[in-house]
């Protein structure tokens, strides 16, 4: 390996690497982009909602050569207990048409092509290789040790964005070891069904696609979500919950997306359909307050490496490619004033505070602790809501009026008045006052 002194490194060709590295080869930057993977994107697991904004601000109108699946013309939230779904959801005429609000990705697909873009833009990509840790020289880092023979390289600045693990800032200390209560463990299949089968299943026409998010029955009562999206000849079905809550309940990963799949109103919707790539992964979900450090001497993180995640509005790679972008745009003024120190990189923190990211995560910082000290609102609330439906829906000869007084002594029962009232407090402290 080159012995040169680069003017970046930057760790990780997720979508915060790829997007820092292409900013700063554009600019006409010399710098490395370090991936383990055998190429961008083996190993990368996201449900698969991703958002046009980010990379429209990148590449303009990426969607024209990017290898997308579907753009998502509808969004739907399903309730599930036990045999039973409450569902609404909203689609629009609007996201039919060019430029699109979203679409379905595979990261596999989607990481290659998005590496590649930097490496034309000038960036140096090198796979197959794990960044092993920093090099400092006293406080400041100066390179990266990597799994190479030879494989020291130096550079002015390092941007750390090898995801949630971030095995590098750990070991750095710039970092704190994950807690369980601050990640969710996700798993996800993506099984495959004819392209005319996903268009009839789901009431779709061409490249139009759609996604789920599931509550209740799909993580058996624990804090998070199951998922289902549409992609041009497969489904990403996928659930994931707190890791703090699969040991508190003792529950398996593995059991809950069987049961998830084998849900009456999930079941007929993958009917026929096989099981090509099953993945498990952990999303960042501390929020605001788990945020750390985010640049020093000589480094800057960047991404799911950094919490950077918005998991009430199932929002990260956004999130990732903006912080690699701001991350990048940092650098490119450091090296204006040849000022790599953490003085000089600190106005990554301003450009953060500026964006939507910081901002979106501020005024969610309570969220994960509402959650995390309500979880009967992933419980409760779905019982009571399919249960209260079948009341309503069911017309047997009771009477309106003996149904309502059913439908409240159920409410009072399940959830309390006192109780619902306090709920709705805190909930509308965490979601609208806090700030
Ligand atoms: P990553 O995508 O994790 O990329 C990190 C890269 O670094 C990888 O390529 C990895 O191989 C590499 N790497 C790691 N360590 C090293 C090392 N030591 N040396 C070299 N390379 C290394 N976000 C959305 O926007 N929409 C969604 O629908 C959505 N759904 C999700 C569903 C699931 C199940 C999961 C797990 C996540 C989901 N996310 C979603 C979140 C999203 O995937 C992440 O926020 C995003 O991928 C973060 O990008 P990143 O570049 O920071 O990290």
Request: aromatic share 10%; proline share 3%.
């Amino acid at each position: 390996m080159s012995e040169e002194k680069f003017d970046a490194i930057v760790i990780g060709a997720g979508p915060a690497g790829s997007a820092a590295s292409y900013v700063l080869a554009k600019a006409g930057l010399n710098v490395v982009l370090l991936e383990r993977g055998e190429y961008p994107g083996a190993k990368n697991v996201m449900g698969g909602v991703f958002y046009r904004s980010a990379l429209d601000k990148l590449i303009p109108e990426f969607w024209k050569e990017a290898p997308l699946e579907r753009h998502i013309i509808e969004q739907r939230l399903w309730i599930l207990d036990n045999d039973s779904a409450f569902k609404v959801g909203y689609g629009s005429e609007k996201f039919s048409k060019e430029p699109y609000n979203c679409f379905t990705v595979l990261r596999a697909k989607f990481d290659q092509w998005f590496a590649k873009k930097a490496e034309d833009a000038g960036a140096f990509l090198i796979a197959e290789t794990l960044a092993e840790d920093l090099i400092f020289d006293g406080n400041k880092v100066i390179g990266v040790k990597t799994g190479r023979e030879d494989g020291d390289l130096y550079a002015d600045v390092v941007i750390i964005a090898d995801g949630v693990n971030s095995t590098i800032a750990k070991k750095a200390k710039f970092r704190e070891d994950l807690k369980t209560k601050n990640v969710a463990l996700a798993v996800k299949e993506i099984i495959s069904l004819p392209k005319e089968k996903i268009e009839d299943r789901f009431n779709l026409q061409g490249n139009e696609g759609v996604t789920i998010e599931i509550v209740g029955k799909s993580t058996d009562g624990m804090i998070g979500t199951g998922f289902l999206y549409t992609n041009k000849d497969s489904i990403s079905i996928g659930v994931g919950a707190l890791l703090s809550d699969f040991a508190k309940n003792n529950k398996s990963p593995n059991d809950l997306i069987e049961a998830f799949k084998s849900h009456p109103a999930v079941k007929p919707l993958l009917a026929g359909g096989e099981t090509k790539e099953y993945m498990a992964h952990l999303i960042p979900e501390g929020g605001y307050d788990v945020i750390p450090k985010l640049y020093g001497d000589g480094w800057l993180i960047a991404g799911d490496a950094g919490m950077l995640v918005n998991s009430v509005h199932r929002e990260g790679s956004n999130l990732a490619i903006t912080s690699g972008r701001l991350a990048a745009e940092t650098v490119l003024k450091a090296k204006e004033k040849a000022d790599f120190t953490s003085n000089s990189l600190s106005l990554y923190r301003q450009l953060l505070e500026q964006s939507f990211i910081l901002k979106d995560l501020k005024k969610y910082r309570k969220i994960p602790e509402l959650f995390e000290k309500n979880s009967h609102f992933f419980k409760l609330y779905p019982e009571f809501i399919n249960e209260a439906s079948l009341e309503f829906f069911t017309i047997d000869g009771t009477s309106k009026q003996e149904k309502l007084k059913k439908i409240i002594k159920l409410f009072r029962e399940k959830i309390s008045i006192s109780r619902a009232l306090k709920d709705a407090w805190q909930f509308f402290y965490a979601f609208m006052l806090s700030r």
